[in-house]
């Protein structure tokens, strides 16, 4: 069946520091990838999606490139802050069929200043 | 534009006992989709209402179950609480006819069955 796995956390990182989060996927045909962040106490909130290999998300700094070949879909960020101190979860959705989306585990990021 | 609501947002049962959650979808998607996040862990898809119609349904028992009125508004119910059905309930609504998959969430309740 369709999985999702991500890098355990927690991920702890001074301020200004580089971020890379990495997320591997297994599903059967070409699924839609997203990033979905969630502070502390709050739902979730869609960071940033791609829909076709090759495909690179972006906002508010972060990026993301769906790598069909390598099954992949690493979130990064050139400079974190204090502010991105949360939990992030990667999550496919399958092409065929209803829409749900299917979760990794998520990684908790703590930034210092 | 109105996101996604949820209620109530906090909410104590006792084991057997049964409970409604709320949803109300963004203005203008006709479809909202259950999920379950127990503590530490990824949210879990519950099921997926289109259009007042159950749409899909992933791997909980029957005790959960759901409505979605013609307003696209929906509830979820779980009958027979367990204590592992404590968790952070979320539901997201979407819009698949305009080709996107993209699902926006609320804020979740958080269920504690003591």
């Known amino acids: 069946g369709d999985s999702v796995t991500q890098m355990e956390g927690p991920v702890t990182l001074s301020e200004e520091a580089f971020l890379t989060i990495n997320c591997t996927y297994t599903a059967t045909g070409y699924p839609s990838l997203f990033w979905y962040v969630q502070y502390p106490g709050e739902g979730l909130q869609l960071l940033l999606k791609?829909?076709?290999?090759?495909d690179k998300g972006s906002n508010k700094g972060f990026e993301a490139t769906y790598r069909k070949e390598t099954t992949s879909f690493h979130l990064e960020k050139g400079s974190v802050q204090v502010s991105d101190s949360a939990v992030y979860f990667c999550?496919?959705?399958?092409?065929?069929?209803?829409?749900?989306?299917?979760f990794g585990t998520g990684t908790r990021l703590l930034v210092s200043p | 534009e109105t996101g996604v609501t949820q209620s109530p947002t906090h909410l104590i049962k006792t084991r057997g006992q049964q409970v409604t959650l709320r949803c109300s979808s963004q203005s203008g998607h006709n479809t909202v989709s259950w999920y379950q996040q127990a503590l530490g862990q990824g949210p879990q898809f519950i099921f997926q209402y289109y259009r007042e119609e159950e749409n899909g349904r992933g791997n909980f028992p029957p005790r959960f179950s759901g409505l979605q009125f013609p307003n696209y508004s929906s509830e979820l119910n779980v009958n027979a609480l367990e204590l592992d059905d404590s968790a952070l309930y979320l539901c997201a609504s979407s819009l698949p006819a305009d080709g996107q998959e993209t699902q926006y969430f609320g804020p979740g309740t958080r269920l504690l069955v003591l």
């Open positions: 999550a496919l959705s399958p092409r065929a069929g209803f829409q749900k989306l299917v």
């Open positions: 791609a829909t076709k290999a090759d």
